[in-house]
Nanobody, 123 residues
Framework: QVQLVESGGGLVQAGGSLRLSCAAS????????MGWFRQAPGKEREFVAA????????FYADSVEGRFTISRDIAKNTVWLQMNSLKPEDTAVYYC????????????????WGQGTQVTVSS
């Protein structure tokens, strides 16, 4: 069992940066790949980034490649999403999730989810 709690969301101007955190509890955190998803009002939840259990491999959606960076610290049971050069279209609720798979990009492959944190980017 893994419990996930996101933090770090807020309001930022376009071009600014935010760093989201996802604190995990549970002894098996290191066994899971971790992902970030987002959901904007009226839209489906979409994949943002994923990192494998060791932190060596990462994968990003095309829309955030080069602007966002996912990282993790197993000892701290924490995953981060550094978001730079933010755009209004990045506005959404951001969720972290845990998966027993490799670098899954579909939400159905994730077993555990946090409650989400709101990110709003003003133009």
């Amino acid at each position: 069992q893994v419990q996930l709690v996101e933090s770090g969301g807020g309001l930022v101007q376009a071009g600014g940066s935010l760093r989201l955190s996802c604190a995990a509890s549970g002894r098996t955190f290191s066994m899971y790949s971790m992902g970030w998803f987002r959901q904007a009002p009226g839209k489906e939840r979409e994949f943002v980034a994923a990192i494998n259990w060791s932190g060596v491999s990462t994968f990003y959606a095309d829309s955030v490649e080069g602007r966002f960076t996912i990282s993790r610290d197993i000892a701290k049971n924490t995953v981060w999403l550094q978001m730079n050069s933010l755009k209004p279209e990045d506005t959404a609720v951001y969720y972290c999730a845990a998966s027993p798979g490799g670098l899954p990009r579909r939400s159905s492959e994730y077993d555990y989810w946090g409650q989400g944190t709101q990110v709003t980017v003003s133009s």
